[in-house]
């Protein structure tokens, strides 16, 4: 079993940035690929990025390409999502997931674990 719990969320005007993190505990010997999703009110949940455990390969989803960056320190078991240039469309509960493969699918469902989720608002 993996815990994730993910902080960093809050209000943010446009433009702006905020950084998330997603610490793990419990089982975090196995070499997970980690991603973040997020769900806007009303939407399914999307893919944003995802990285390998190793952590020099990621993808993201286009539409943050360029703004957001995904790190992670194995040795704290944390993995960061650095948000610049935030936009109100980036509104959204953002989770972070822990999974066995590591692919550009972004399908919800190849992630084992699971966090609660953070809000992140971005007003105009």
């Known amino acids: 079993q993996v815990q994730l719990v993910e902080s960093g969320g809050g209000l943010v005007q446009a433009g702006g940035s905020l950084r998330l993190s997603c610490a793990a505990s419990?089982?975090?010997?196995?070499?997970?690929?980690m991603a973040w999703f997020r769900q806007a009110p009303g939407k399914e949940r999307e893919f944003v990025v995802t990285?390998?455990?190793?952590?020099?390969?990621?993808y993201y989803t286009d539409s943050v390409k360029g703004r957001f960056t995904i790190s992670r320190d194995n040795a704290k078991n944390t993995v960061y999502l650095q948000m610049n240039s935030l936009k109100p469309e980036d509104t959204a509960v953002y989770y972070c997931?822990?999974?066995?493969?590591?692919?550009?699918?972004?399908?919800?469902?190849?992630?084992?674990?699971w966090g609660q989720g953070t809000p992140v608002t971005v007003s105009s």
């Open positions: 997931a822990a999974g066995l493969y590591y692919n550009a699918l972004g399908i919800p469902g190849q992630y084992i674990y």
């Open positions: 419990g089982r975090t010997s196995i070499r997970y690929a």
């Open positions: 990285v390998n455990w190793s952590g020099d390969s990621a």
